[in-house]
């Protein structure tokens, strides 16, 4: 495990897990005597093995297991006048061993796949509580000399049972937190969506009152033409103050329009103003939209089309519609380049402060003699069916993007490697939400 590979909220947890599993295990109670102790170490460790996925289970038990030997140890200097540390970390011992398994059973039964299924996750921790006291009553009999008793092991699947049903109730009012705070964060969505249709609706009046007066404006553009035709045939005499008039009414309408436009862009630069300020996320999230959105892409132009995701390092959330932008036009432009059937892969690189994004599909490449003009706006080498070009301005609007947020992007052309592959370089800084 790379700690640097580690997002913060998984550090911070990881942290939390070593300070609060001690703890906790000093929180308990003695059911049968004073040697069957039953405290909430476990539970809370359980409850940190759900959280931490990207964290081995076995590294979170050794971590456990060390904390709490340690925490005792030192309670025990703390609390007796006269103690042998070595004797003391002897004696507390057989606690590593019971979290160390209590973390290893949960990796080996896999834990994780049922976090959506508390009675399953029940019964399995009483699996991983009876391996792990089993293992620690082995520990003791080895290390301190106790005794094992049939007695012993019915205490241990008592203790196992009721900790299961704790484990249960919390994790089941875990959930049902986590449960509220997505229910208020879909009413907060749903809530701003109505908001941003209400406002591109009345975009939309005045957008549907620019085209009609378009549509008006093209009908005297055109009445004013066959008038002119006429007068230069000679059928029609007109005055040019009539021709003034009419022109000066064409300028007024094509006014009118502008001063629609006009507010059609400033209540959708707010729109888009007030969108920016909000949408920021994970890159993994970011590609996966990508890679619906073009698989959909490919099935609509009849190809088979294989797309690979892969992300490195500690990413921040980044800014959903310039890092969209940006990948969007060079994933679309591999999808439009393969022939039929081929694979796109999308990896994205974190290089201290800088992010790369990398687009290589295995389509027909790029020919060398056009490597040094593709950024050129209206450069093409796509035809559709009926021998009609694309725009060309895909690649012209990346690199004109990537260059406005003080970054770069470049073909990668190499003799041995088929198709293109296009990277991306930009300062982490610039895409992601200023804190």
Known sequence: MNLHSLEKKELQLLVAMIILVPLAGEIKFYPFNEVYRVSFGPPTLFIFLLW????????????AGLSIVTFRVLLDLISLTSVDWMASIHTNSPYFFYYFTYALVFSVLRIHRFYNRPWVIGLLGIVIELAAGIVELLA??????TVMTLDAFNKIMIIAIFRSFFVIGLFSMIKLHESKLREAEIQKRNEHMIMLVSNLYEESVLLKKSVQDAEEITRQSYNLYQKLQEIRKGKKRLSL?????????????????????????????????????????????????????????AELLGKNIEFSIAYNGSHPE???????????????????????TGSIE??????????????????????????????????????????????????????????????????????????????????????????
């Open 52 to 63: 931490l996925r990207k964290v081995p289970a076995v590294i979170c038990g050794v971590l």
């Open 140 to 145: 003791e009999n080895i290390m301190i000399g």
């Open 241 to 297: 103050e009539e021709l003034s008039r009419h022109a000066l009414r064409i300028a007024g309408e094509v006014h009118e329009i502008k001063k629609d436009n006009q507010r059609i862009l400033s209540g959708l630069s707010k729109v888009i103003s007030e969108e920016s300020s909000l949408d920021y996320l994970d890159v993994r999230s970011l590609l996966s939209i990508i890679v619906r959105t073009h698989e959909k892409y």
């Open 318 to 340: 980044y800014h959903v519609y310039t890092f969209i932008s940006i990948v969007n036009n060079l994933v679309a432009n591999a999808v439009e380049a393969i022939k039929g």
């Open 346 to 435: 999308i990896a994205v690189e974190r290089e201290n402060d800088w992010l790369q994004i990398r687009v290589h599909d295995d389509g027909p490449g790029i020919p060398d003699q056009y490597k040094d003009i593709i950024f050129k706006p209206g450069f093409t080498l796509k035809f559709d069916s009926t021998g009609n070009s694309s725009t060309g301005i895909g690649l012209s609007y990346v690199k004109e993007l990537a260059e406005k947020l003080n970054g770069e992007v470049k073909f990668d052309h190499q003799e041995d490697s088929k198709g293109a592959t296009f990277i991306v370089r930009l300062p982490i800084g610039n895409l992601s939400q200023k804190r």
